[in-house]
């Protein structure tokens, strides 16, 4: 990774690559999971507001190994968590995605995640509010090459533009070179359910309070599968601190 | 309590309500029945403050204020309280979660101290068991899932702990068995007292056998065209609408 990318490279069509070119070059990381073993990791755009971020870590699961990776993100004006996973004998792939984007923010996960062996799982979620002028994005390439047969693959991705200007752009995308495989994707881009705006209003939340419940609620669907509750309050109220 | 003068309203420039007049008084139970389409869930909304209902003409004061004025969780503050005909479910957002806010929001409007943790559960499981909806229900997401037997239950859960003084009831009674009426109506007796008031709106008889209203009135074509006691509901029952909008 060392000449910068350009917007005909298709995973950075949507990218600040003004932002993108402060943040090079990028250390690439790399992580590997044993077999049988697990792990999990944090990933938040910790840096000063204003700041350009790029993660860009290769994963490999061995046999029977589980990773889950939350991203929770709001605070750089460029913000990008690139993740490419290789999965092996049933391994499992979790991803839980929050990208709270406002102003000029311009946030995206880009992940690769390669079915390798057979009986992998993989399963991402991706929730994001966009307002302003921002753009939040979700490139997600699953892979499955020939023997990764019984694959079960899940992408779900999920926006609420909060106004005009706002831009959410999901693109799912499958590769699959075996037969017996499950690949599950779907993509929505709304508003704020005025119903139950409304509902709220009604008992007594003042609209702002009632539009910060249901935002709230609707990103933290992609942190529901941290099993440790500690940890999953940890990581809601770091998307609390977002709103 | 409440006055309503020849209130118009509409819905996409279509008029529904139109020239709407009613009165109540405080510890009153008054009950608007009416044939489907007659506007009845249209004041419950106007009442509320639901957007896209546009008042076009007369007035509406509560307790000595211009109701029409105040924004929807104002009007909550100030006590008004709408039980829903279709209660909404709301994902992610538990119940509990969801009748706190509620009902702190209310009190910090009205500069009073908020609930305590301790307290708020007291009101919320006394209120639960009171109307026979399983506690555990209640940490689930708002009415998901839940029949709409239940979803009445809650409705009337919310109303206990949030004590309003003017409670909308809008087809409560429908989609109710005959258990659940009784302790649904149960729940709607214990809150009548003098200071509140309550608007049922239903179009059975059923309903008001167990909560007997002070008064009755009959909602057709958008405003009340025949007001009485209690008895004009059976007269409705054996006579239908048409005989009396006639
Ligand atoms: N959202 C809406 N848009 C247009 N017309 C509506 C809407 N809601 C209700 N109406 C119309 O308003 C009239 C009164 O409806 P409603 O108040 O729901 O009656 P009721 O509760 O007495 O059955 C009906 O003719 C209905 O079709
Ligand atoms: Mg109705």
Not at chain 2, 118 to 129: G, Q, T
Request: aromatic content about 6%; charged content about 20%; overall charge negative.
């Amino acid at each position: 990774m060392t000449a910068l990318p350009t917007r005909r490279d298709e995973a950075w069509r949507y990218a600040d690559l003004a932002a993108a070119a402060r943040a090079w070059p990028v250390t690439p990381e790399a992580i590997t999971v044993a077999a049988g073993t697990e792990q999990t990791l944090m990933l938040a755009d910790d840096a000063a507001p204003g700041s350009a971020g790029i993660r860009q870590i290769a994963v490999t699961l061995e046999a029977g190994a589980r990773f889950a990776c939350y991203v929770i993100a709001g605070r750089g004006a460029y913000g990008r968590f690139a993740l490419d996973v290789t999965l092996h004998a049933g391994a499992h792939f979790e991803l839980g995605g929050v990208l709270v984007a406002g102003g000029e923010q311009v946030l995206e996960i880009v992940t690769t995640v390669t079915h390798a062996g057979p009986g992998a799982t993989s399963r991402q979620t991706i929730r994001c509010v966009a307002g302003g002028t921002a753009t939040a994005t979700y490139l997600g390439k699953v892979a499955v090459t020939r023997d990764g047969q019984q694959t079960d693959a899940a992408q779900s991705f999920k926006a609420l533009l909060l106004d005009r200007g706002a831009t959410a752009n999901a693109k799912p995308e499958l590769e699959i070179f075996a037969d017996d495989v499950k690949c599950a994707h779907g993509a929505t881009v709304g508003e704020l359910d005025r119903t139950a705006l409304f509902y709220l209003e009604s008992r007594g939340l003042p609209p702002a309070a009632a539009r910060a419940l249901l935002t709230r609620a609707f990103l933290s669907d992609a942190l529901a599968s941290i099993a440790d509750d500690s940890a999953r309050e940890a990581a809601e109220a770091r998307l609390e601190a977002l709103l | 309590m409440l006055i309503i003068d020849n209130l118009h309203a509409e819905i996409d420039g279509k008029t529904i309500l139109n020239g709407l007049s009613l009165t109540v008084g405080a510890g009153e139970v008054h009950a608007i029945m009416g044939p489907n389409g007659a506007g009845k869930s249209t004041l419950s909304y106007v009442l509320a403050g639901r957007a896209g209902y546009e008042v076009t003409g007369g007035s509406v004061t509560f307790l000595g204020q211009d109701l029409l004025a105040m924004a929807p969780h104002e009007r909550a503050a100030a006590g008004v309280f709408l039980g829903l005909q279709y209660p909404v479910e709301i994902p992610g957002v538990s119940n509990l979660m969801f009748l706190r806010t509620a009902l702190n929001a209310q009190r910090t409007q009205r500069g009073e101290a908020e609930a305590s943790g301790a307290e708020f559960m007291k009101l919320a499981r006394a209120a639960a068991e009171d109307l026979g909806l399983p506690f555990d229900m209640l940490k689930r997401s708002v009415n998901q899932g839940f029949s709409g037997g239940e979803k009445k239950r809650n409705e009337m859960v919310q109303m206990a702990v949030l004590q309003p003084k003017l409670a909308v009831l809008d087809e409560t009674d429908s989609g109710l068995d005959i258990d659940a009426l009784r302790v649904v109506s149960e729940g709607i007796n214990r809150m009548r007292s003098p200071d509140r008031a309550t608007l049922l709106i239903t179009h059975y008889q059923r309903l008001l056998d167990y909560v007997v209203p002070d008064h009755v009135h009959v909602l057709v074509g958008g405003r009340i065209v025949r007001s009485g006691g209690a008895d004009l509901a059976q007269i409705l029952e054996r006579d239908g609408y048409v005989s009396i909008a006639a």
